[in-house]
Nanobody, 126 residues
Framework: QVHLVESGGGLVQAGGSLRLSCAASVPTFSDYVWGWFRQAPGQEREFVAGLSWDAGLIRYADSVKGRFTISKDNAKNTVWLQMNSLKPEDTAVYYC???????????????????WGQGTQVTVSS
């Protein structure tokens, strides 16, 4: 059984930083694709960042390239999303997600990920 718990969200001023964490209970953490999605009110859930099981492939949404960094620690069963230079349009609920795969892939469609956390709210004030 896979269980994901996000933390680290909050209220921050534009230009500030936040670091989201995703603590994962999973049999073999290193065998999963890990991703972050976000959903703003009235909008569809959108891909933010993801990395393949071996971290050999990392993808970012164009809107966050150069500002956000995804990383993981297999020993700690944790995935992080470092968010810098935050903008009001980054305001959303952020979700950690996982997909078992030892292929070099990072899907960007939410339907391809079977495991999700409960989400953490990020609010960026102008």
């Amino acid at each position: 059984q896979v269980h994901l718990v996000e933390s680290g969200g909050g209220l921050v001023q534009a230009g500030g930083s936040l670091r989201l964490s995703c603590a994962a209970s999973v049999p073999t953490f290193s065998d999963y694709v890990w991703g972050w999605f976000r959903q703003a009110p009235g909008q569809e859930r959108e891909f933010v960042a993801g990395l393949s099981w071996d971290a050999g492939l990392i993808r970012y949404a164009d809107s966050v390239k150069g500002r956000f960094t995804i990383s993981k620690d297999n020993a700690k069963n944790t995935v992080w999303l470092q968010m810098n230079s935050l903008k009001p349009e980054d305001t959303a609920v952020y979700y950690c997600t996982a997909r078992w795969s030892r292929r070099s892939e990072v899907p960007i469609f939410f339907a391809e990920y079977p495991y999700w956390g409960q989400g953490t709210q990020v609010t960026v004030s102008s």
